[in-house]
């Protein structure tokens, strides 16, 4: 009989354990029910702060100076560090005034409206500035593509708000005064890769153009045209390849 009473007892103290660990689970769920959605669903959050990029320019203040500065451009060992303008109505309006638009012999450092986007992913985007004697705009690059060595630190980068994208330097050479953008188009893969290749095919003293380093059909290539040292009827060219790109996800 006391052996009967103990089996009951110790069921009725398994029956309010198990009882109590139902009641706490289901109050564990309430509760969590009961929070607030999180804001950073799967470290959404995180990941974009890992994505954030340090933009040393004040957009803000240059774009309320000039609506037209949409970017700006930094070559490391170079005087090149300055903002990049293009006006919607006149592709050549700034190649005599400056960034205030004020008349300029040295110009400022643009884009055309009618050939590039503002966003730099078009397969070639042309920059142009004047080979200033005093080294200012795109004043020097010739002789100093001339002799680059085309390794890891040749590199430029060019800034947008909440953007960095960054471009290897993979060639300097001559080229004709003829537009290069009205003349080619590269969103057709055939052209891109016909003119790269008639680039590739040039050998003289002023070409500096390894051929390991020749851009593909995928790559976004950006140009930095400038006059020639000493020459009336051809440009000099600063090609890079976009290697990293702060927006891209």
């Not at 029956?15 to 929070?35: G, N, Q, T």
């Not at 020749?214 to 890079?240: F, H, Q, S, W």
Request: a negative charge; one cysteine or more.
């Amino acid at each position: 009989m006391r052996c009967g009473r103990k089996a009951i007892m110790w069921i009725a103290l398994a029956l309010c354990l198990i009882c109590a660990v139902l009641l706490a689970l289901a109050l564990h769920s309430r509760a969590e029910h009961a929070k607030p959605a999180s804001k950073d669903p799967e470290g959404a959050i995180a990941a974009q702060e890992d994505r954030t990029v340090d933009v040393p320019v004040d957009f803000a203040a240059w774009q309320e100076r000039n609506p037209d500065i949409y970017a700006w451009i930094e070559y490391p060992g170079t005087n090149v560090d300055y903002p990049i303008v293009q006006s919607a109505e006149d592709d050549a309006y700034y190649l005599r005034r400056d960034i205030d638009g004020k008349e300029a012999v040295a110009g400022s450092l643009y884009t055309e409206h009618t050939y590039n986007s503002k966003t730099f992913d078009d397969p070639v985007t042309v920059i142009y500035g004047h080979n200033m004697a005093n080294r200012s705009m795109f004043g020097g690059l010739q002789s100093y593509a001339e002799t680059l060595k085309f390794n890891d630190n040749a590199i430029l980068y060019i800034y947008q708000p909440d953007r960095k994208v960054t471009y290897r330097i993979f060639a300097g050479i001559p080229y004709d005064t003829s537009h290069i953008l009205y003349y080619h188009d590269f969103t057709d893969a055939s052209v891109f890769n016909q003119y790269f290749g008639q680039l590739y095919g040039q050998s003289n003293e002023h070409v500096n153009l390894p051929s390991i380093l020749r851009p593909g059909t995928e790559d976004k290539v950006v140009i930095l045209a400038t006059c020639m040292n000493g020459e009336t009827y051809y440009r000099y060219l600063i090609l890079g390849v976009l290697v990293d790109d702060s927006a891209a996800s």
